[in-house]
């Protein structure tokens, strides 16, 4: 069983930071790719970021390109999200995902487990 907890979360104004965090347990490979996605009330499931397991290919949602950093430590097994200069459209509940296979898919499909999701609060 594979469990994704992610943290982090919280109600900030506009321009300032967070780091979201999320922590894997359970039987899954530590060569396989993560992602975060974000869903705000009303929309689409909305890919945020994709690390493969070295860390060396990255992909970003063209929304957050320049904003948003994704990293992991294979050690922690975890994979971090950090958010600078937040607007209120990234208000959002943000969802990490473990990929189904070595690619690192940037589509939602792409991913086989997920986090409940920690709610992302930008106020102006």
């Known amino acids: 069983q594979v469990q994704l907890v992610e943290s982090g979360g919280s109600s900030v104004q506009a321009g300032d930071s967070l780091r979201l965090s999320c922590a894997v347990s359970?039987?899954?490979?530590?060569?396989?790719?993560m992602g975060w996605f974000r869903q705000a009330p009303g929309k689409d499931r909305e890919f945020v970021a994709a690390?493969?397991?070295?860390?060396?290919?990255?992909y970003y949602g063209d929304s957050v390109k320049g904003r948003f950093t994704i990293s992991r430590d294979n050690a922690k097994t975890t994979v971090y999200l950090q958010m600078n200069s937040l607007k209120p459209e990234d208000t959002a509940v943000y969802y990490c995902a473990v990929a189904r296979w070595a690619i690192t898919p940037t589509s939602a499909d792409g991913y086989k487990y997920w986090g409940q999701g920690t709610q992302v609060t930008v106020s102006s």
């Open positions: 690390i493969d397991w070295s860390g060396i290919n990255i």
């Open positions: 359970g039987r899954t490979s530590s060569g396989t790719p």
